[in-house]
């Protein structure tokens, strides 16, 4: 059955409004096109007793925040917005912790506890989110838990946070919230925009966050994002990982022999890591935490290889499927030659509905201009890779 924007709007007013009655509400807005869509919806139901809150919460890209609250708050939308500056209480909620999952629920933990203290204080009950339908199949299946997802999960937020929650959006995928949103007005440059998830940068600084590591990230992510949106394919983002390798790991000898041989290339002029972190992978529908691998092959003169991406991502498939602890394959783009503390990886796919994705052909000469660019802006980093795993077997974000 074909998606009628009108149609959906119409409806969900109807139930929100059913639903809210003259209660007060509360949204969290990211200002990425889930929460938007959701907010402007809720506003188009009940009026002036929507409270939109914007957490800032240190994960956001570069100057996000006020972008964001001014964009929204003027016409055409013209939703009442406060704005929470909270970057010391996520960052001392998120210190120490390395795991994925783990950084996933302290963030979620955080994210409800402020909005229950924020609802308290502002007479709300309810609290309307812009959970999507691809958020609740990954959390459900196993595979990575969205920080928006509570019910599904078997977790009351009236006895936990002390509101009920509304998700209007639950039943569509991307590309329908998108056509609900030009719809109702919401700006080109919310409707079009990436996405971006909740916790942010969060869960893309790989392994444990720190603040040097953090700014590193945000200056990456700014170069990225300017870059590929030139030609841009369906999400593409910048990631930050320790240089950090895995001690000892047996299969690396193996795994030149393999990748020189793709490359008809002698095994001494191709270069293989492990990194110490990993990152989240999906393997027959479920998580899996695996090891993330970076590859550099050379010429005869020391240049890397510009093999075309397509025989890159063969060569992934090929990996992969012999060494399946994987989740990641990363092939360098350029390095400075001197020992920093972090690498970029840029990750760009196109994808109908998040579910699975394809790596994007991007050509080598915008990648190289994106590495040259980073290594000006940002000094601890020697290295950018273009991630070219697919998903599955990877996730679309790190972690």
């Not at 092939?331 to 579910?355: C, H, M, P, W």
Request: contains cysteine.
């Amino acid at each position: 059955m074909k998606f009628v924007p009108q149609k959906f709007v119409e409806k969900q007013t109807k139930e929100i409004g059913k639903m809210l009655g003259d209660h007060r509400a509360l949204v969290a807005v990211s200002g990425g096109v889930d929460s938007v869509t959701c907010a402007a919806l809720t506003h188009r139901a009940i009026g002036e007793n929507l409270l939109c809150v914007m957490l800032d919460d240190a994960f956001m890209r570069e100057g996000e925040p006020e972008r964001i609250a001014r964009l929204i708050s003027r016409p055409p939308l013209q939703l009442p917005i406060k704005t929470l500056n909270v970057q010391e209480r996520f960052l001392e909620a998120l210190e120490g912790h390395k795991d994925a999952e783990a950084k996933r629920k302290a963030f979620r933990e955080t994210f409800y506890n402020t909005l229950r203290e924020t609802a308290e204080e502002e007479g709300c009950q309810f609290l309307v989110q812009g959970t999507i339908a691809a958020d609740i199949v990954e959390t459900t299946r196993g595979v990575k838990t969205q920080h928006n997802v509570l019910a599904q999960m078997g977790i009351n937020p009236i006895e936990r946070f002390g509101f009920q929650v509304i998700e209007p959006l639950a039943s569509i995928y991307k590309g329908q919230v998108r056509k609900v949103a030009r719809y109702l007005g919401v700006p080109s440059e919310i409707s079009e925009r990436q996405p971006f998830p909740g916790p942010g940068l969060s869960v893309r600084t790989v392994g444990e966050i720190k603040a040097d590591k953090l700014e590193m990230l945000k200056k990456a992510t700014a170069i990225a994002e300017e870059e590929l949106a030139k030609n841009p394919p369906s999400q593409f983002f910048a990631v930050i990982i320790e240089n950090a390798e895995r001690p000892r790991y047996s299969k690396l000898e193996s795994l030149s022999k393999t990748i020189g041989d793709i490359f008809n290339v002698l095994s001494d002029y191709v270069f293989v890591k492990v990194f110490q972190d990993k990152a989240t992978g999906v393997k027959k529908g479920q998580r899996l935490y695996g090891d993330v691998l970076a590859i550099k092959a050379e010429d005869e003169n020391g240049h890397i290889l510009k093999t075309p991406i397509e025989n890159l991502v063969r060569l992934q498939d090929k990996i992969v499927e012999e060494n399946p602890s994987f989740a990641r394959v990363l092939y360098a783009i350029n390095e400075t030659g001197k020992r920093q503390t972090y690498s970029i990886v840029v990750r760009a796919v196109e994808t109908v509905d998040f579910l699975t994705a394809s790596v994007a052909e991007v050509s080598w000469t915008s990648l190289e201009k994106i590495a040259d660019r980073i290594f000006d802006s940002c000094p601890t980093v020697s290295s950018v890779y273009y991630d070219v795993t697919p998903k599955p077997p990877a996730t679309i974000e790190f972690e």
